[in-house]
């Protein structure tokens, strides 16, 4: 079995959304202080690198992460490459087979650096979401922090893909992914507010 990680590394000096909390990992105990054990403490944002959006991050009446079942974030997936597109539509999955898969991850490498924030993405067009839907797909996942454009305030796509009732995976890395078909496996913590979570997402090579 072959196994892909395409989670990006949390540290702190990994790139946030313009103004949110710097991600932030230190050390609230040593050893040497407490004789025994090295305590972390975490701050960070609910959509910092890899992680799901839950319907409550643009709905306040909407799912929390805890309220989303964990099925929705595991199972078959096709990575599509769309590099050098201008956005995210089903204009390119018209001859791509979906019959075997529930996830599709959008691989753009528009966002290729890691370390640094983009400044423009490609959006997912709002003909993507009921197209998806009538292919029995739950979930997409993209390579970008937002499905939506950086500066969108309506954020357009966030609301289509919740009303089709398809998930959303954001700030993947599939730069070293080739397309096609894997296991996808990209659990959120069990957070009971949450209006998202980090996640560690990985791709399973079954062929
Ligand atoms: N929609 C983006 C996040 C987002 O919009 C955002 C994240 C942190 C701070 C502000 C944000 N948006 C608007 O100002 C996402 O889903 O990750
Ligand atoms: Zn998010
Ligand atoms: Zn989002």
Known sequence: MKMIDISRPLHNETPVWPGDTPFSFSLNWTKEES?????GQLIMSSHTGTHVDAPFHFDSDGNRVLDMAPERFMGPA???????EPEISPERLIEIDLTDVKKVLFKTNAWSDSTRFPGHIPPVTKELAPFLKEKGIDLIGVDLPSVDPLDSKELDAHHSLREHDIGILEGIDLTHVTPGIYELVALPLPLKEGDGSPVRAVLIDRT
Not at 35 to 39: A, E, L, M, R, T
Not at 78 to 84: K, Y
């Open 35 to 39: 004789g025994s054990v090295n305590v």
């Open 78 to 84: 096709i990575v599509v490459s769309l590099e050098g």
